[in-house]
């Protein structure tokens, strides 16, 4: 067996030990390990394999085939750059399984724990309310030109931006925790609001709108219970997501460009053809290429990280300076060292392990994957929870994938936006429990014993 094919089928062994020790654990934690394991299957499985059967020589405007691994030779510089992958893998696969083990010995059922804010007419509310407003700041941004796209250095529009995650949490908050009796009106809502976040997937040229509304769906039907139905229609509609956004970018797409893109494509089976896009957007092969030759103990120090740490949880308003982002500096200063990218500016995913790799080798890996399994353990958590700020936290996650291809200093940016964003909800949610109270009083309506606002805030 070739090298490359070594490390790559050690990586798929680990990405299966993380979904089959999933299958014992209930809950949202399933449904998110699984898209981990298929997320990074992506992206370390299926792109390697396509590199290796087909050689592809690098072309402009095809991020699938590496310059540098290229020229160090595919079977080589695949085999080298999954390293510390295979070592990250299964390392977190030897944590979810212990986690596995360990629940299952103190019978532990996350499933059978309540929903506090599923079918809450406040909260309800309160979603429908951000869904309206963040529509409108999509509406204005995409009017202005200030929509941003996929991998942009910064919004053009920070306080567009802040408006638009209104959107991002009413729609993904409104398909986990809606509930009506109508079996109809239930699956009209989930499929309008994933229809809008399919479109908006196509404006702003990013995978992430429309998976995390596939996510947001999946983590609903762990919430209220499995068959085979819902099975059938959460992979149907990951399909049509998938699918639906390639089809989407070919009616944004002229004549010209079509055919710069067919001769591309030419390279490659046309088996693969129908893969091509969606490898094209799991890209974290180039991260680990670029933490690989980068190096480890690279780039920030441990008083480094830290700084920029606790600095990302703090308003840019407070902090009075510009705060550092990760994606922009990986960019920069990580790949900067293997690529030209003077006259690039854009931000970057770096993953957890590639991160890692760069900031402390293979110590920093297992800390970064440690992370990440105890933020997952954390944010799921945060699904069953009475208070506000924690559950809005807890969709916060669906919907960006930091838990899928960012690293600690991602994690925490995402964290410092979205803290933003909870005390906008927290807000909205008085206003709305307000609105309600003086429509019970004036319809002669008691509110309901021991019903109170605060008491799910702190």
Do not use: C
Request: zero cysteines; a neutral charge; glycine letters at 10%.
């Amino acid at each position: 067996m070739a090298p490359a094919q070594l490390e790559v089928s050690l990586v798929a062994g680990a990405l299966a030990t993380i979904v089959v020790a999933a299958m014992y654990l209930p809950g949202v934690v399933r449904v998110f390990l699984i898209a981990q394991s298929a997320h990074w299957s992506l992206s370390y499985v299926g792109r390697p394999v396509v590199l290796l059967w087909v050689q592809p020589t690098p072309n402009y405007g095809d991020n699938i085939p590496d310059p540098r691994l290229a020229d160090y030779g595919y079977d080589g510089g695949i085999a080298m750059v999954l390293h510390p992958v295979v070592f990250g893998l299964w390392v977190y696969a030897g944590l979810i399984v212990a986690y596995a083990v360990w629940s299952r010995l103190r019978g532990l059922d996350p499933a059978a724990r309540p929903v506090p804010f599923a079918g809450n007419p406040e909260f309800t509310g309160t979603l429908v309310v951000l869904y309206a407003i963040g529509t409108l700041g999509r509406l204005a941004a995409y009017a202005t030109g200030t929509s941003g796209k996929a991998g942009e250095l910064e919004s053009p529009s920070p306080i567009i931006n802040l408006v638009t995650i209104m959107a991002t949490l009413g729609a993904i908050g409104l398909i986990v925790f809606y509930r009506n009796d109508s079996a109809r009106t239930t699956m009209l809502v989930v499929g309008v609001l994933t229809a809008g976040e399919l479109v908006w997937t196509a404006i702003v040229q990013s995978k992430t709108p429309i998976m995390g509304a596939a996510l947001a769906i999946a983590v609903r039907f762990a919430l209220t219970g499995w068959n085979r139905v819902k099975v059938i229609g959460v992979l149907g509609i990951t399909g049509v997501a998938i699918g639906g956004f390639g089809w989407l970018q070919s009616l944004k797409t002229d004549a010209a460009s079509k055919a710069e893109a067919a001769q591309v494509d030419s390279q490659y089976p046309a088996i693969v053809h129908p893969f091509l896009s969606m490898l094209r957007r799991f890209d974290l092969l180039e991260a680990a290429t670029d933490a690989w030759f980068a190096g480890p103990n690279s780039w920030l120090s441990p008083k480094d990280v830290a700084v920029h740490a606790f600095q990302s949880l703090i308003p840019t308003q407070l902090l009075g300076a510009e705060k550092f982002r990760s994606g922009a500096a990986w960019a920069e200063q990580v790949r900067g060292r293997s690529v030209d990218m003077s006259t690039v500016e854009v931000s970057l995913a770096e993953g957890n392990i590639n991160e890692g790799y760069v900031l402390a080798g293979y110590l920093g890996v297992a800390i970064g994957v440690t992370v990440t399994f105890i933020s997952l353990l954390l944010f799921t958590r945060a699904l069953y929870s009475r208070y506000l700020a924690v559950a809005i936290l807890g969709l916060s996650v669906i919907e960006v994938p930091v838990l899928f291809e960012r690293g600690v200093l991602g994690t925490v940016e995402m964290l410092g936006k979205y803290l933003q964003a909870v005390v906008v909800a927290w807000l909205v949610y008085l206003i709305v429990g307000e609105y309600r109270r003086r429509v019970r009083e004036l319809s002669g309506v008691p509110l309901p014993p021991g019903k109170t606002r605060t008491a799910q805030w702190v």
